[in-house]
C-alpha cells in the first residue's frame, strides 16, 4: 500500500475499471482444453475459456493485464487482476488517460462492467481503500465493524481473534 501512495501522489482525478468475467475472456490454449476436463452425470465437458476454479486463473490473468498495460503501470494506471484504476493531476489529462485506457481494453477484446465502473471522481474506492487527492485512507466501511466490536472482558476472545494460544494456566 506504502508504493500505491507514491504512485497516487499529486492525482486528484481517478477512474476505476472493474473488468468483466475477466477470467473466462482468457482462452484456454488450443490443444490443452483435455486438461480442464470434468465429468458429469450428463457427460463429460472441457472449458474453452479459463475458469477461475483453475489454480493459475488469477496469476495467468494478472500477467495478461500486467502486459497489455506495461507502458502504463505505475504512471497512470494500477492494475490488480479485473480492477484498474487510472489517476490523472488534471481533468485534460485524465481525459487522454481514461480514452488510452478503455483503446487498449478495446484492441485486447476486454469488456469493462459498465455497472461497477466510476470515471472521473475526486475519491474512490480501491483493494479495501479509499484514494483521494489528500493520499490513501482505510475504507471506514470495512473499519467500522470492528471498531463496534464490545470491549473483552477477558483476553480470550481477544487470543481467539488474533489465533494465538490461549492458555489454560491460572
Not at 483493494?127 to 473499519?143: A, H, I, T
Request: charged share 20%; with cysteine; hydrophobic share 40%.
Amino acid at each position: 500500500m506504502n508504493q500505491l501512495l507514491n504512485v497516487f501522489n499529486g492525482s486528484s482525478i481517478f477512474s476505476k475499471i472493474d473488468l468483466h468475467c475477466a477470467y473466462n475472456l482468457l482462452r484456454i490454449k488450443e490443444g490443452d482444453e483435455h486438461l480442464t476436463a470434468f465429468k458429469t452425470k450428463y457427460g463429460s465437458y472441457e472449458y474453452l475459456v479459463m475458469p477461475f476454479i483453475i489454480t493459475n486463473s488469477p496469476s495467468s490473468f494478472q500477467n495478461l493485464v500486467n502486459d497489455i498495460f506495461e507502458d502504463l503501470i505505475d504512471v497512470y494506471v494500477v492494475v490488480y487482476l479485473n480492477d484498474i484504476m487510472v489517476f490523472s493531476k488534471s481533468e485534460e489529462e485524465h481525459v487522454t488517460h481514461v480514452s488510452t485506457v478503455l483503446s487498449i481494453l478495446r484492441a485486447n477484446n476486454l469488456f469493462a462492467k459498465a455497472s461497477k465502473c466510476l470515471f472521473h471522481v475526486s475519491s474512490v474506492e480501491y483493494l479495501g481503500n479509499v484514494v483521494s487527492s489528500e493520499g490513501l485512507k482505510m475504507d471506514q466501511e470495512k473499519v467500522q465493524p470492528i471498531l463496534n466490536w464490545p470491549p473483552p472482558k477477558t483476553s480470550r476472545p481477544f487470543n481467539l481473534s488474533l489465533a494465538l494460544p490461549i492458555s489454560t494456566a491460572v
